[in-house]
């Protein structure tokens, strides 16, 4: 399917075909010879046949050929969507004094996407994106699945995860990992409501029949800060390691602080000439994306400098620290402030600019490396 992409397309109503590396375009027959641009449909077929496919458990595919390959592009079902912090913050807080946490386990308002309807537990097409409250003195019980899981932390401090016995602090903006498989838990010690952002490859598993989780009683935490403040304190850095000692943890470090980040943002910022920032989460051991089907980005959006991003083939929540500024999508623009996020189909136009004299800063979610793997993820000019 890839090589038919990149290689065919039709123009002047001509099958074109690309040269391997360099070169025009060769056109063939009139395409019109070669696919049809109408398919037949259901109702050209005769009432007795459909029956008797039905009795079958049987269907014709042309009738849905286009739905499903669609020329040059996928169609997404996905539609961008802006979710205003200041609509949802009040709906979280009242849902604190209308159940207690004991009965939600996750007091979550999940993100759903206006192209599936109300009630689509998924911003995008394996994005799932919710809004969590945990009050003071609250605890979220332990228990880990399939999923893979990010938490941004959107306000409030004092609370905490501890991921696989490492306690890790959450504070505003901090990206905090609960991969598949690994117990998690959530603990309030603070005197405010705390909410964060959680982010999942929930639809993904769903759709695959693989989501299902384990419970466990809450978890007892290592009497260490966790490892993004000891063995990879600096970027560069990684413990040195005996041959004959185990290999390091498949994900070795679960936090990412936001002043780290921020700081970083800033200084490349300060060196690349004037454009905006764009920096990546990696596994500090391999360099790869930090979770595996879905990869964070935090941008630096200069005041003033538009940032135009080629058209990717994948999807992505967005998720405002701080600042204001708007982004168009796909022609329609999202006009954002501090804790809002907003989504993009694949494939989506997209245009983000910061406004005011501050730099706005904003993680991306996506999911790149979900595509990477399958060896389809594609960037296109625009
Ligand atoms: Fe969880």
Redesign the pocket.
């Known amino acids: 399917m890839q090589s038919n992409i990149d290689t065919v397309a039709i123009i002047s109503g001509s099958i074109c075909h690309k040269p391997p590396l360099i070169g025009n375009w060769k056109c063939g027959a009139p395409w019109e010879t070669i696919v049809s641009k109408v398919l037949g449909t259901l109702a050209d077929l005769p009432q007795d046949y459909r029956d008797a496919m039905a009795r079958a458990g049987v269907a014709p595919l042309w009738p849905q050929m286009r739905n499903v390959l669609p020329h040059h592009a996928p169609v997404p079902v996905t539609k961008s969507h802006l979710w205003a912090y200041a609509d949802v913050r009040p709906l979280l807080l009242r849902a604190g004094e209308l159940t207690p946490v004991e009965k939600a386990e ?1 007091r979550v308002l999940f993100l759903a996407d206006p192209g599936r309807g109300q009630g689509a537990m998924q911003a995008t097409s394996t994005i799932y994106v919710g809004l969590q409250l945990l009050l003071p003195g609250e605890t ?1 019980p332990a ?3 399939t ?1 893979s ?1 990010a938490r941004i932390v959107v306000e409030g401090d004092g609370a905490y995860t501890i991921v696989d016995g490492d306690k890790l602090p959450m504070h505003a903006g901090d990206l905090i990992l ?1 991969p598949g498989g690994c117990w ?1 838990d959530h603990g309030h010690s603070g005197t405010a409501p705390v909410i964060w952002l ?1 982010a ?1 490859d929930l639809p993904l598993f769903v759709y695959l029949e693989g989501s299902y ?1 384990v419970e466990a009683p809450l978890q007892a935490h290592r009497n260490r800060p966790d490892p993004s403040e000891v063995e990879y304190r600096a970027a560069g850095h990684a413990p040195v390691r005996r041959r004959d000692r185990a290999a390091p943890a498949a994900y070795p470090m679960m936090r990412f602080p936001w002043a780290r980040t921020e700081a970083a943002l800033r200084h490349v910022a300060a060196h690349n000439g004037g454009t905006s920032a764009e920096l990546d989460y990696i596994n500090p051991e391999t360099g790869q994306s930090c979770l595996p089907t879905m990869g964070f980005t935090a941008m630096l959006l200069r005041p003033g400098v538009a940032v135009r991003p080629p058209l990717r083939s994948a999807s992505a929540v967005y998720h405002v620290v701080g600042g204001h500024g708007s982004t168009t999508i796909n022609g329609a623009t999202h006009t954002w402030g501090p804790k809002d996020s907003f989504s993009a189909p694949v494939f989506a136009a997209i245009e983000h600019k910061a406004a005011g004299d501050a730099p706005a800063f904003v993680i991306r979610i996506h999911d790149t490396p979900l595509q990477e793997k399958l060896g389809y993820y594609e960037e296109r000019e625009r």
């Open positions: 996750r979220a228990h880990k699945h999923p899981a609960t998690h959680d999942l989780a």
